[in-house]
């Protein structure tokens, strides 16, 4: 699980990319993710005491702490996020906890990687592929979901008023970012 393994498809994007007041696209450093998956209530709450941060049980909401963050994305999923250097001790320590309930915990730190649309424009370029209320009244800080961004699957999170976070498979980033960086074409 080490970052220099991980190669950034958006990284040559990234550097050509113009900066604007009105919304910009930014990296975030390579994460190490887990799916957690569990119905038992014990398992839930073993996770989220090992992991350092409960795990929310109120729909397409997160939970953050200490640079680690836990999203609801079903009845039974959560996605952990934490900095990919802590990947390895966490999973360590989540499978001790784990020992013995019925769970599902995998390592899926190479699936997807994340980037930023924030500014005051943020939710109107989001919303020239994504078919959401993306108001703070339906999208309130600290909330999360699975969505899609033209013809993507993506996960969405609302992290401040006017910024976002857009979790996006690593195959499918690129498309991604284009297509933001193309609706964002007005305001720049």
Excluded at 19 to 26: G, I, Q, W
Excluded at 123 to 144: H, K, Q, R, T, Y
Excluded at 156 to 171: I, M, N, P
Aim: charged share 25%; net charge neutral.
């Amino acid at each position: 699980m080490s970052e220099s393994r991980l190669h950034n498809p958006l990284d040559a994007l990234a550097a050509t990319s113009r900066r604007s007041p009105a919304v910009a696209l930014d990296l975030v450093q390579a994460r190490a993710r887990f799916s957690f998956r569990a119905r038992n209530a014990a398992a839930v709450d073993a996770a989220g005491a090992a992991f350092g941060v409960a795990l929310p049980r109120q729909a397409c909401r997160f939970e953050e702490a200490d640079g680690k963050r836990a999203l609801w994305l079903g009845p039974d999923e959560w996605l952990l996020v934490m900095p990919m250097a802590d990947g390895t001790r966490h999973l360590e320590v989540l499978e001790k906890a784990l020992a013995g309930t019925p769970s599902s915990l995998v390592d899926v730190s190479h699936r997807s990687l994340a980037f930023t649309v924030a500014g005051p424009q943020a939710a109107a370029i989001l919303n020239s592929g994504c078919p959401l209320d993306l108001s703070s009244e339906a999208f309130p800080v600290g909330m999360c979901t699975r969505t899609v961004l033209a013809k993507t699957e993506i996960i969405l999170l609302r992290t401040a008023e006017d910024r976002f976070l857009v979790d996006v498979w690593r195959s499918f980033a690129p498309y991604a970012w284009s297509w933001l960086e193309e609706a964002r074409r007005e305001f720049v």
